[in-house]
């Protein structure tokens, strides 16, 4: 038997205690906060699914909806499913200043395209024919459940201007005694809250990009003023066949994926994986060292492809016209033939660069005029042609100074301009970057907006990449990407209702004005939020409105709409602000306004800025809900509200997150998370900071086992993220949604090990494991299918690790991710807990504000 004792917090970054004029506070504070009694955000999580799952949400106003982290089915009742809209709180603050009394961020977070459960109605498909949707004349937003009909319905009132618009003669129909049209049952544009309309009027085409001065690639036709006629979505493969992308097998890795995925192959664990290019679509191969190689993959091209090269690096120009993008089913020898190819064709390769931004250029030069989605596999830092970057320097002097921000900005205007253009000629640009050294992320794909981000794209990340424990990661990425809800060509705007106006956007867009977002593409795994205030004050007997409209073309080239719309209710009462707050919506603000001020803040100042906003949230509930307790009381009782009783570890946690966390960090792996985090879900985001951590040694005989009667699956609780409720005869998951770690044990038991690894002795359990055996044991069986719930929530594998106690250095990883422990730089959540008592009762006994300087922080960071 095996004593029942808990672990010593494993190897980690050293943290900050609690400390400085705080400390002796401490002394008394400390007590009064039992660690066993503080905020649990797994109490929180685990109630919500007990009520949610495989429950209905009904979506009319008044209801608080599940958190993001629960699968429920949503109805659409007029208001989209919180799925596509979550609001930082359901009863917005009528009035300017009562925002500001309960300081709770006003932001709306919008998925438009996010996957649904398979139980959930579909998005209605409308189409109004030659006119298009119906649209007010005054601000341009679209009819939806949340209009009014007037004039015995030859007009009809917008709910987010109030203006008065005259209905078509084709959309005309008679109202009943409620004035309701009598069609309404029957226009699921009246009904439901999220549909797509079918716009096929030339002035809903993407307008072309305004002229510039000088074009950054060579073509011998002008540029097009007509606005773009949508077509099915092409995407451009662009391959660094430079020495090291042949070293490292990372040109064979991605040649091998991408054909597995064009005609089907057999996966790591024996399977057959089916083709998974969108039908209908067309392809390119351009390949580029110190110049760029152009193919010819149509069928006249008989066995081998034809290749042409373009060694002009400042002048790019496509050398062809016909057979450049194919059909690759039609041409399915010739491309198959060139994927087997190319790693063979450079092995004698001595060229040790290779041109991205050239590659870029070229990708832009080909699909100008229609858009389509360029995707990327880089080796090397990008030496030479348009936006060469030298080696970048040691930057762990710049932490802590007012140069530390320069990590985060691009190095070269070159990038902000590949990327500007992109995104107008409705273009996407995903890179997967898999180096030995440096590459300087800061500057082809961050949250800075740069290539990547501006686009709509996204950055996947492979350090020091090895075939071996990375090609099945990057296959489960790249089927993602291509599997997963993609339109192009988009352009976002989110309105309000009168009394409401938005401030600012978070997200990977280009902004072409204050309204309009442009977004080359956008996909079912991103989400856009913005930042509300009042224009004046609001009615408390009416709703309240909000209505994202993405103006996009789907891969099969139809042009479309898809309207988001919510109508929320008004509230005069603070307590009603609270009761109905919405605490994943307000930590995935909090997060992305952190990672955009990168830029122009110092580190430390964000993340004493986040530690204000925690309590003056909390400040705002203790003086406007709670003001009936006892001053006295104040200092011996932290007071929190219900929705937001698991703010602080959250915020914590955004402080502990790679970009914002102190110590030496690379510039690269800041860059590349906190451009995950500004375009990422809400359930994405939550899941991320605060990690899933399970206990697989406790697992009872029934979980996650099929139910003989019904087939279901019941799957284990999750367990906070502290070693403190861990122990040394355990095997733990922890899960942040890039990164999965086995942690074992250092007194696991041998039979332990044999039903889950195969291996009966610690020492012989490979920490180079990248999966799970498939054993005939019951732990194998309740693990694996874990592990293809969570694969199939987020549709891709993530990165895995094996570690054990004590032995392995990458023991570290696991550390890090217990954000309730001190470590990552940062104090402990129980620390964290205590410097938030304290800066509440500085401000309500003394009178002093939260950001009251080193007197009241006593410099925890």
Request: aromatic share 8%; with cysteine.
């Amino acid at each position: 038997m095996h004593a029942n004792r808990h672990i010593p917090q494993p190897p980690h970054s050293a943290g900050e205690p609690y400390k400085g004029t705080l400390a002796a506070s401490s002394l008394w504070l400390r007590p009064r906060i039992d660690a066993s009694q503080m905020p649990s955000p797994i109490d929180m999580i685990e109630s919500d699914k007990e009520k949610w799952e495989g429950n209905s949400f009904m979506t009319l106003p008044g209801n608080s909806p599940p958190l993001s982290t629960s699968d429920f089915i949503a109805f659409d009742q007029g208001n989209s499913s919180p799925k596509h809209v979550r609001v930082s709180t359901w009863n917005l603050p009528s009035s300017s200043h009562l925002a500001k009394e309960c300081d709770i961020p006003l932001a709306a977070v919008f998925q438009p395209f996010a996957d649904l459960d398979p139980r959930e109605e579909s998005i209605p498909v409308v189409d109004c024919g030659d006119s298009g949707p119906p649209r007010c004349e005054e601000c341009r937003g679209y009819i939806n459940p949340w209009c009014a009909w007037t004039a015995g319905g030859w007009k009809w009132k917008c709910n987010l201007c109030d203006h008065d618009t005259q209905v078509l003669p084709d959309y005309f129909c008679n109202l009943d005694a409620n004035l309701m049209r009598i069609d309404h049952p029957n226009r699921p544009e009246l009904n439901k809250g999220t549909v797509d309309f079918v716009v096929s009027g030339k002035e809903y085409w993407a307008p072309p990009p305004l002229p510039r001065m000088n074009s950054s690639y060579f073509s011998i036709d002008p540029p097009s003023s007509q606005a773009r006629e949508p077509r099915s979505l092409n995407y451009l493969f662009a391959f660094d066949v430079s020495l090291e992308a042949i070293r490292t097998g990372f040109l064979k890795s991605a040649c091998d994926v991408l054909r597995d995925l064009l005609y089907g192959g057999t996966s790591l664990d024996g399977n057959q994986s089916e083709p998974s290019f969108p039908q209908g679509s067309q392809l390119a191969i351009l390949t580029y060292d110190t110049s760029l190689h152009f193919y010819d993959l149509s069928v006249s091209a008989q066995l081998a492809s034809f290749m042409i090269v373009v060694s002009d690096l400042e002048e790019v120009f496509i050398p062809l016209r016909e057979g450049l993008f194919v059909d690759p089913w039609k041409s399915r020898t010739v491309v198959e033939g060139l994927l087997k190819a190319l790693p063979e064709r450079h092995l004698d390769t001595i060229i040790d660069n290779a041109a991205l931004g050239g590659a870029l250029l070229a990708g832009l030069a080909s699909l100008a005029g229609r858009g389509g989605h360029i995707i990327a596999f880089q080796s090397v830092l990008p030496a030479i042609g348009p936006g060469a970057l030298e080696p970048p320097r040691d930057q762990t002097s710049l932490y802590g100074t007012d140069k530390e921000r320069t990590m985060f900005l691009p190095r070269h205007q070159t990038w902000r301009d590949i990327a500007e253009e992109c995104s107008e000629e409705g273009i996407g640009v995903s890179m997967f970057l898999g180096m030995s050294k440096p590459i300087d992320i800061g500057s082809i794909g961050t949250c800075t907006g740069i290539v990547s981000a501006t686009t709509g794209g996204e950055l996947f990340f492979h350090p020091r990449f090895n075939p071996a424990r990375d090609q099945h990661v990057l296959a489960s990425q790249l089927r993602r990407l291509l599997t997963r809800t993609t339109v192009y060509n988009c352009l976002l705007r989110v309105r309000c209702s009168n009394g409401l106006r938005i401030s600012n956007y978070y997200g990977n867009f280009h902004e072409r004005s204050v309204s309009d977002l442009g977004i080359g593409i956008l996909d079912s795994d991103k989400a856009i939020s913005v930042q509300i205030e009042h224009s004046r004050k609001l009615d408390a007997r009416e709703y309240a409105f909000l209505q994202c409209a993405v103006l996009h073309t789907t891969p099969d080239g139809q042009r479309r709409v898809r309207t988001c719309n919510l109508a929320l209710q008004v509230a005069d009462l603070a307590a009603n602000v609270f009761r109905y707050a919405d605490m994943d919506a307000v930590v995935c603000h909090l997060a992305r306004e952190s990672m955009s001020k990168l830029t122009s803040r110092r580190m430390a100042h964000i993340r004493e800025e986040l530690t204000d906003k925690c309590s003056s949230i909390l400040l705002g509930y203790r003086r406007n809900c709670a003001a009936a307790t006892a001053v006295s009381q104040a200092t011996s009782q932290l007071i929190i509200p219900e929705a937001f009783r698991a703010l602080p570890v959250y915020t914590l946690a955004i402080t502990k997150c790679k970009p914002l966390k102190g110590r030496n960090v690379s510039a690269d792996v800041r860059n590349y998370h906190a451009q995950k985090i500004l375009s990422m879900s809400v359930r994405a985001t939550m899941q991320h900071l605060y990690p899933r951590l399970l206990a697989l040694h406790d697992l009872a005989d029934d979980t996650a086992l099929p139910d003989p009667a019904t087939g279901q699956m019941s799957f284990p609780s999750l367990m906070r993220d502290s070693h403190t409720y861990m122990e040394a005869h355990g095997v733990y998951l922890i899960d942040n949604e890039d990164l999965m770690i086995f942690w074992v044990g250092s007194s696991v038991s041998p039979q332990l090990l044999l039903d889950l690894f195969g291996v009966d002795d610690l020492p012989a359990l490979d920490p180079n494991t990248i999966q799970l055996p498939v054993l005939h044991t019951r732990l194998s069986a309740q693990v694996r299918n874990i592990l293809t719930h969570r694969y199939a929530q987020r549709g891709r594998t993530p990165k895995m690790l094996l570690v054990r106690q004590n032995m392995d250095g990458t023991e570290i990883e696991f550390s890090d991710m217990l954000v309730e422990d001190q470590n990552n730089a940062a104090m402990s959540y129980l620390d964290f807990l205590c410097l938030i008592h304290k800066q509440i009762n500085a401000v309500l006994l003394n009178g002093e504000s939260l950001s009251g300087g080193p007197s009241l922080r006593g410099s925890p960071w």
